[in-house]
């Protein structure tokens, strides 16, 4: 409740994540029929980057700052996007950009504050729904979908220490009541023991066909630092591999410091 996402909007760990979700929802796009993209920790949907929080930190200079000018070709769709949209961006403003009129948005934000603010900016989308609820409890509430058919995108703020054993845990009782879903969790790398951990209890479930997509800004060599983050995929999206790699190259070329790296990688099998 005390994770306030204004202070890191922009950052490297941003324009990577929303670089990846543009190609994400167009692949759920390439048929007719609708989908639900269930966003569990919504945020408020747009950012001022020139407001005192996100000043404070500046973390956006070091993420889309770095590009928005002169961005490179993997990039440039969604550089083209942010701009189109004004105020930097969240999740569920892309997300409400780009969905088809038949296609869903449920937004999730526990924070009142927030909350209340992203119901006011989803405002004129008949097709978004904001809910001031906590993120987990959603997986249950609002899987499977009617459309039978969702992207669900899980993005916590990480401020608890058992963050990633319950996430773990909620990810694989989600997959277990909808298995065809196409979940993307985000997680930090700060050291790589964590995820490691993470990964592996994860293979100690039924889930099938995961993969990870990670760019490390610099060697996960500081526990204290944000090094890099990556999305786990479950049941991607046809093709998604391909589509990530040069993303994730231009993230590297563009935002990485010495040491910086990407990986595209095979965690479980189908």
């Known amino acids: 409740m005390n994770y306030r996402h204004i202070y890191h909007a922009g950052n490297f760990a941003d324009v990577m994540k929303h670089a990846l979700l543009i190609p994400l929802i167009r692949a759920m796009q390439r048929k007719e029929k609708p989908f639900l993209l269930l966003d569990t920790h919504a945020g408020i949907g747009h950012y001022n980057l020139q407001a005192g929080e996100a000043e404070k930190t500046g973390e956006w200079r070091e993420g889309i700052g770095k ?12 550089v083209a996007l942010v701009r189109k949209l004004g105020l930097y961006p969240g999740s569920p403003a892309i997300a409400a950009a780009l969905l088809r009129p038949q296609d869903r948005l449920v937004a999730c934000e526990l924070h009142p504050e927030d909350a209340a603010t992203l119901k006011r900016t989803m405002r004129g989308h008949s097709n978004v729904a904001v809910h001031e609820r906590d993120g987990y409890e959603a997986l249950n509430a ?12 899980i993005d916590p703020p ?21 298995p065809s879903g196409a979940f993307v969790v985000w997680y930090p790398i700060k050291h ?11 293979k100690l479930t039924p889930l099938r066909d995961a993969i990870a997509l990670e760019f490390l800004r610099r060697p996960d060599t500081n526990p204290a630092a944000l090094n890099g983050c990556g999305l786990l995929v479950i049941n991607p999206p046809f093709g998604l591999q391909d589509e990530a790699a040069p ?22 099998d189908e």
């Open 158 to 178: 990480f401020e608890r220490p058992d963050e990633f054993s319950t996430l773990a845990a909620t990810l694989a009782a989600a997959w277990r009541k909808f």
């Open 247 to 268: 993303i994730l190259a231009a993230c590297e070329a563009a935002l990485g410091e010495p040491g910086c790296s990407a990986v595209v990688e095979r965690l479980i």
């Open 142 to 153: 609002f899987l499977p979908p009617p459309e039978r058919r969702a992207l669900v995108l």
């Open 67 to 78: 590009i928005l000018d002169n961005p490179p070709p993997a990039l440039a769709d969604y």
């Open 192 to 202: 790589r023991a964590p995820v490691r951990a993470f990964f592996e209890s994860l």
